[in-house]
Antibody, heavy 124, light 106 residues
Framework: EVQLVQSGAELKKPGESLKISCKGS????????IGWVRQVPGKGLEWMGT????????RYSPSFQGQVTISVDQPSKTSYLQWTTLKASDTAIYYCARLAMYGSGTYLLYFDYWGQGTLVTVSS | DIQMTQSPSTLSASVGDRVTITCRAS??????LAWYQQKPGKAPKLLIYKASTLRSGVPSRFSGSGSGTEFTLTISSLQPDDFATYYC????????FGQGTKVEIK
């Protein structure tokens, strides 16, 4: 069974750093792109970026380029989403999700499996 | 960037109704469109990809159509489990979601 299990909720202060995680299981982790999606409470879905665990090739949405860093650790089958300086506007639920095709040919795909989401709250 | 616009934003319907949600792209995306269902407090679930291909296990009352810039998601007979928010997503250039359509009980 394909599963993506994300780390728990975080409460941080503006200016702090944060790294949240997404652990894959039940499939060949290195052969499927993983994406990150933001959802501000009560709002819609926004694609942030994607990474191919096989070679760490990463693509970012122009809206999030330079604002976050996506990374992967192959041995632990885990992807990470990282901020160096959090802002109140980063308060949201963050989902990781698998892109639905084996291989690195393209990240232009749809998401077939999703993590449960990580709520990040940034407040002084 | 390709913008995706869904209509309506909210839809009130009754069990058994036929429901149609529209998604328009700001430029042509061929058939590179997916539909998702999201319930409160839960992650989205994939329903349809490549505009009209039903994901395995998704009830056949869901269907998708369209190509180019205009797409529809149809629920042929709304069931109690279908009250949720629906999102379209294009994957032609970058990845972009529509703003969502909430299907609520009339």
């Amino acid at each position: 069974e394909v599963q993506l299990v994300q780390s728990g909720a975080e409460l941080k202060k503006p200016g702090e750093s944060l790294k949240i995680s997404c652990k894959g299981s039940g499939y060949s982790f290195t052969n499927f792109w993983i994406g990150w999606v933001r959802q501000v409470p009560g709002k819609g879905l926004e694609w942030m970026g994607t990474i191919y665990p096989g070679d760490s090739e990463t693509r970012y949405s122009p809206s999030f380029q330079g604002q976050v860093t996506i990374s992967v650790d192959q041995p632990s089958k885990t992807s990470y989403l990282q901020w160096t300086t959090l802002k109140a506007s980063d308060t949201a639920i963050y989902y990781c999700a698998r892109l639905a095709m084996y291989g690195s040919g393209t990240y232009l795909l749809y998401f077939d499996y999703w993590g449960q989401g990580t709520l990040v709250t940034v407040s002084s | 960037d390709i913008q995706m616009t869904q209509s309506p934003s909210t839809l009130s319907a009754s069990v058994g109704d036929r429901v149609t949600i529209t998604c328009r792209a700001s430029q042509t995306i061929s058939s590179w469109l997916a539909w998702y269902q999201q319930k409160p407090g839960k992650a989205p679930k994939l329903l349809i990809y490549k505009a009209s291909t039903l994901r395995s296990g998704v009830p056949s009352r869901f269907s998708g159509s369209g190509s180019g810039t205009e797409f529809t998601l149809t629920i042929s007979s709304l069931q109690p489990d279908d009250f949720a928010t629906y999102y379209c997503q294009q994957y032609d250039t970058y990845l972009t979601f529509g703003q969502g359509t909430k299907v609520e009980i009339k």
